[in-house]
């Protein structure tokens, strides 16, 4: 099926979920779910596919193990891309990201070693300096400081204090969310935010235990 968006239904189901997350809420309304919810998901991610990758949706529930807030239910619909982007849909809108949240040990030695290598790193530092203005880059988890064995004066030391590195931008709702102009949305920012996940890709790469 074509993907045509979602409805504002979709968000006003999210808003209703924040106000009662609870199951008899779900179960009555898992049917609107799957259908306007889930649904429209499914169909953007394989329109996406042929250029991006194919993609999975995540789980709606919760992991309340080891958290005080026992609620069930997420309160927004995400899905990841294989070739690393990431789709969120909320009463608050849309959101697309792209990039490594959280890097393992080993990715963050290989970041970090990236970053301060003056050929590697100031080709990160000039990309961001492109795309930033566009779509945002965000640093996680970063350290107040520049992490053992780095120089606190390196010319780079914002970037080396990063535990990971993503481009980040949120749409509020509006009526092209209904629409297939969101797709367009979305690709126009994975297209934006690649050269990041590129050299991510090539100087870090995937977690090796």
Not at 12 to 39: I, Q
Not at 99 to 119: F, H, I, S, T, W
Request: glycine content about 10%; proline content about 7%; hydrophobic content about 35%.
């Amino acid at each position: 099926m074509t993907f045509r968006g979602w409805p504002s239904e979709a968000l006003e189901f999210y808003e209703g979920l924040t106000a009662d997350n609870s199951k008899t809420y779900w179960s009555a309304r898992l049917a609107f779910y799957e259908e306007k919810v889930r649904g429209p998901m499914q169909e953007l991610l394989a329109a996406l596919e042929p250029e991006f990758g194919p993609g999975k949706i995540f789980r709606p529930y919760r992991d309340v193990r080891f958290s005080n807030d026992k609620s069930p239910y997420k309160t927004h619909l995400g899905a990841w891309l294989e070739r690393g982007g990431y789709i969120q849909l909320s009463a608050d809108g849309l959101a697309a990201g792209c990039g490594m949240y959280q890097l393992e040990p080993d990715q963050l030695d290989r970041y970090r070693k990236a970053v301060a290598n003056d050929r590697t790193g100031k080709q990160l530092a000039d990309l961001i300096a492109v795309i930033g203005g566009e779509v945002g880059v965000h640093g996680h988890g970063s350290l107040k400081t520049a992490p053992r064995g780095y120089p606190k004066d390196h010319p780079r030391v914002d970037l080396l204090r990063h535990k990971g590195i993503t481009t980040w931008t949120e749409w509020e709702p509006a009526a092209w969310l209904g629409t297939a102009k969101a797709q367009s949305r979305i690709v126009e920012f994975f297209r934006k935010s690649w050269p990041l996940r590129e050299w991510l890709d090539d100087h870090v790469g995937p977690h090796r235990p």
